[in-house]
């Protein structure tokens, strides 16, 4: 059974009395272990996908299923529980909070999610995130301390932090320098080599190089759907 499977997916926005079409009718399954890279140009589509695969958003019709269970129309809170325990999410802009440290900013998800953790326990927990993403020695710096790489690697790790099986990631190199970007793009492929489904979004022909799967879309349409060499890596 494949981890996503989306089924004729439309979505539209109302402006005004406008029915405006984002997408169009988007088929696609994702195996666990997959890395995708979904490519698009600003305005293709790409992201309102990335949103709604993530619980973010719901689509306008069609179907979403994760792990079996239909999303789509699910509850809110059954939403928020998925999306909680079972995502990962890394953004352009980080979104760490500035007057934190890197491990605080790192275990904060579990305040959320795992109640029944010691304080001593997500201390634990949050500093093997940081290690598996080689910031064992940051752990009491604040972003301010941090340069944009590293402070991406702390978004990952925070990411990371309730052992979700997929991590969406939205132009995550977009704030980072080419040899930065390689970094970053170089830490995905290890989490993927180690069984976390990666889905990427991004503009760029040669980030989508690092994945092991292209979905180009424009227009709201899948127009392209291709294996990438199956290195997942430059």
Not at 85 to 92: C, E, H, L, P, Y
Not at 131 to 152: I, M
């Amino acid at each position: 059974m494949p981890l996503i499977e989306l089924r004729n997916i439309t979505k539209n926005y109302f402006l005004g009395e406008m029915d405006v079409p984002v997408l169009k009718g988007i088929t696609l399954d994702s195996e666990q272990g997959d890395y995708v890279a979904l490519m698009g140009a600003s305005g293709s589509g790409k992201s309102t996908l990335m949103n709604i695969l993530g619980c973010l958003d719901r689509q306008t019709s069609g179907d979403y299923f994760f792990e079996g269970e239909e999303l789509g129309r699910a509850s809110g809170d059954r939403r928020a529980v998925v999306r909680n325990r079972k995502i990962g999410f890394v953004f352009q802009s980080f979104n760490l909070l500035p007057r934190t440290s890197a491990l605080e900013n790192v275990i904060m998800p579990l305040s959320y999610t795992a109640g029944d953790l010691s304080a001593k326990e997500c201390r634990k927990r949050g500093l093997a995130a940081l290690e598996k993403v080689g910031l064992a020695d940051r752990v009491g710096h604040y972003p301010s301390q941090l340069s944009g790489g590293q402070q991406q690697r702390v978004a990952i790790a925070r990411a990371l932090i309730n052992h979700p099986p997929v991590l969406f990631a939205d132009e995550p190199t977009g704030n980072l320098d080419s040899h930065t970007s390689e970094e970053v793009m170089a830490m995905f492929g290890d989490l993927n080599a180690q069984g976390i489904t990666v889905i990427l979004v991004t503009h760029s022909l040669e980030i989508a190089g690092f994945a092991k799967r292209v979905v180009r879309i424009s227009d709201g349409e899948i127009k392209e759907d291709y294996r990438n060499g199956g290195e997942g890596a430059k």
